[in-house]
């Protein structure tokens, strides 16, 4: 899967499967995704602020869309996304941060037997400000559509701010959507019982924070290239539990 | 000489006294089985040693070969060479068995251990167990039958080689050859590192197996008798009634939340509301 590396704000065009590094202060990629499958994965790795702005149509397609963003940096990401007929959809996003996050979802299931499926990881740790619009909406003639929103959300500590807001607009009949939200702190019962094998807090921690950027795994079409950014995200990790 | 020593322990939970004076001495290769009726404070001396936070020390002492055991944190408490096989094994989702096992051992040595003697090692253990083949890349607990549950404890502790262990409940939920894997596994470690067990069981079978070298019945959160293997046997065959006799004592009755029901919006089977 080729890498590209974006390191200015001028558009970025998505057009096959990739791995996109994010090194700059504002991004902007568009899609355009047809008659075909294809992965991508955008990793942020810019130390500093960043903005986020992506978009595009799906038009039978299967695309995965992974986003990874463990920098200890704010991010404002806004992300709209037309899906077509028959065509399929699945994001899957992880966050951790200290920081300051705002994350807005727009994605539409435009045709009809359209399917889109959002999974998202966070961790907020102590401090951190995080708020994620996810919104879906099934527009009047996407008939058969499926629009499915999965969110855990971790807080650590004392963030200032854990908000998601899952919201779905269904405009026609005969469709599945659904959305779920999990958000609380480490139980302390699970604290508990891991300290009682002799892992500090941090150690377990950092166990369980791995624990959340796991479902990428499958977002890999290269086996090497998955494991070399999980490394880098286990790297992040274990600084971040080290502080 | 590894050696546990505990001394007039007082313990609250919340604003009530659960323990009211325990005193107990553990050495290294003693089996102790804790006996007495439901709710008098047998889990929460387990819970209380290995530190669990909602159980507050009011009096009383423990050492760990003798250090102060209560100045420790609950990680200190493990790596020290404590460990406690819980009657309910917490799940984590998302944190593999293997990835657990191999943090857990590597948190108590200086040097990480290998990648090949830790597989070799945990392979061994979960084949000596009978437990399933993937259960190393299984979520801690996640999905496990209450049998798994138990299996895993003792999986873990065969791994970590405890100086002391304590068993809470390990056998309930086990069937009977589950038993005798899971006993012959505790003989067979208690055997070759000479730890030292508390053990806490409702049932002779499983001691009957263990054979314990010491046996103490605690009601209502003092240790009211003590004794050898004998003693569990008469409890398992007379019960604890003859003991409330002869010492003219009760035991504290066993409270359980009331639950109320606020009805329900939910669909009868046949398909109609409620």
Not at chain 2, 96 to 118: C, H, P, V
């Amino acid at each position: 899967m080729p890498s590209f590396i974006i390191n200015s704000a001028e558009k970025f065009f998505v057009d096959r499967s990739m791995t996109i590094i994010i090194d700059t202060a504002e991004a902007n990629i568009e899609y355009d995704l047809k008659d075909g499958s294809y992965a991508i994965l955008i990793f942020n790795d810019h130390a500093g602020n960043a903005v986020l702005n992506d978009s595009g149509r799906i038009e039978n397609a299967d695309v995965k869309i992974n986003y990874l963003q463990l920098e200890q940096y704010d991010l404002k990401q806004n992300t709209k996304v037309e899906v077509d007929k028959n065509a399929r959809l699945s994001v899957n996003t992880t966050y951790l941060g200290i920081n300051n996050k705002d994350i807005i979802f727009d994605l539409y299931n435009e045709g009809s037997d359209s399917d889109i499926d959002i999974t998202n990881n966070i961790v907020c740790l102590d401090q951190a400000s995080f708020s994620m619009d996810c919104i879906g909406t099934i527009i009047k003639g996407a008939k058969r559509s499926k629009c499915h929103q999965s969110t855990h959300c971790l807080t650590i500590d004392n963030p200032k701010k854990a908000r998601v807001l899952p919201v779905l607009n269904i405009d026609e009949n005969d469709v599945e959507a659904s959305h779920s939200l999990a958000a609380g702190t480490i139980d302390e019962e699970v604290l508990f019982y891991m300290n009682s094998r002799g892992l500090n807090k941090k150690e377990a921690l950092n166990l369980i924070l791995r624990s959340y950027l796991m479902p990428s795994d499958n977002y890999y079409d290269d086996f090497a290239e998955g494991q070399a950014i999980q490394e880098r995200a286990i790297k992040k990790v274990d600084e971040i539990c080290s502080m | 000489m590894n050696k546990l020593v505990i001394e007039n322990l007082h313990v609250n939970v919340g604003e009530k006294e659960i323990l009211k004076g325990i005193d107990l001495e553990v050495n290294e290769g003693e089996i102790h089985a804790i006996m007495g009726p439901n709710g008098n404070g047998k889990s929460t001396l387990l819970q209380t040693i290995m530190g669990h936070p909602a159980y507050e020390v009011t009096k009383g002492s423990i050492y760990l070969n003798g250090e102060d055991l209560l100045s420790m944190s609950v990680d200190e408490r493990s790596r020290k060479g404590l460990f406690l096989a819980m009657q309910y094994p917490k799940e984590i989702a998302g944190v593999t068995n293997s990835d657990f096992l191999r943090a857990a051992i590597n948190s108590r040595l200086e040097k990480n251990i290998s990648l090949f003697k830790f597989i070799k090692e945990m392979e061994g253990n979960i084949s000596k167990l009978k437990m399933k083949e993937d259960l190393a890349h299984r979520f801690v607990n996640d999905g496990f039958s209450g049998g798994e549950k138990k299996r895993n404890e003792i999986l873990q502790m065969m791994m970590l080689h405890p100086d002391f262990a304590m068993l809470d409940e390990i056998d309930s939920g086990l069937d009977v050859d589950a038993i005798k894997l899971v006993s012959d596994a505790i003989i067979e470690l208690k055997e070759k590192s000479n730890m030292g067990l508390m053990i806490v069981s409702h049932y002779e079978r499983f001691f009957t197996m263990i054979k314990p070298t010491h046996s103490h019945v605690i009601v209502d959160g003092k240790i009211v008798v003590e004794g050898d293997d004998e003693l569990v046997y008469k409890i398992d065959s007379d019960g604890y009634d003859w003991l409330y006799d002869e010492l003219k004592i009760q035991p504290v009755k066993e409270s359980r939340p009331l639950v109320y029901s606020l009805g329900t919006c939910a669909r009868n089977p046949r398909g109609k509301n409620a």
